[in-house]
């Protein structure tokens, strides 16, 4: 497979003192696989146990890792946008710090970027791991942006994503700071503006014992999400 010149690859994390390590050192050993120039970010959201000790272990270890820390938890959506702008390759990556995806994965959305010199390529589940009610609730949800915006994906909050940075530059910037929104307000800017996208399937695991809940399935970040997305619609 013929290499990325060029990626910036980040995972958000929020209390993972047990398992963000373990997800950085994959990603440093599989990274020159896939790139010939890298970096690998990871944004602190706020974590109030050791990650923040567990990180600047790994940044004096590793020259390509380095952090981002949030000094409060700003959620999902936040985290999600400081890697995206703090990002200085060509091309970015990200998926969760928690252990769900597999780093390796990544090899599937370069090649098949490569195949059609694509702007995004965005994952969908090879068989999620998540309660029968999230899958229900992202279903309705991937209804509303259809029906609002003609947005059809197979896995529209999937958390495993290639992007061109040149997609970031030119979209507007994001502006939500929910984990149920950010990924289909980068979607459907993209979508408006006419860059390419394409997805692929990736494995999806358990969350370990070490990564604590989301909350982004909180029905007060649901409603808000809702809320976004048609503010969203009435201003494009």
Known sequence: MKKLD????????????????????????????VASKYEIIVVNDGSNDNTGSVLLQLKKKYRNVSVITHKTNKGYGAALKSGFYGARYKYIAFTDGDGQFDIRDLSKFVAKQKEKDFDMVIGYYLGRKVSTLTIITSKIWELFVFLLFGLKV??????????????????????????????????????????????????????????????????????????????????L
């Not at 929020?14 to 599989?30: D, S």
């Not at 399937?201 to 409603?223: M, P, Q, W, Y």
């Open 6 to 33: 060029e990626i910036s690859v980040f995972f958000p994390a929020f209390n993972l003192e047990g398992y963000i390590a373990q997800t950085v050192e994959k990603a440093v050993k599989f990274m020159p696989k």
């Open 154 to 235: 197979r896995d529209i909050d999937c958390g495993f994503k290639l992007i061109k940075k040149e997609v970031l530059d030119t979209i507007e910037r994001l502006e939500s700071e929910r984990g149920a929104f950010i990924s289909s307000e980068l979607l459907i800017k993209a979508k408006k503006k006419g860059f390419k996208i394409a997805e692929v399937g990736v494995r999806h695991f358990e969350r370990t014992k070490d990564a604590k809940s989301k909350t982004g399935r909180s029905l007060k970040v649901i409603l808000g999400s809702f809320k976004d997305l048609f503010r969203l619609r009435a201003k």
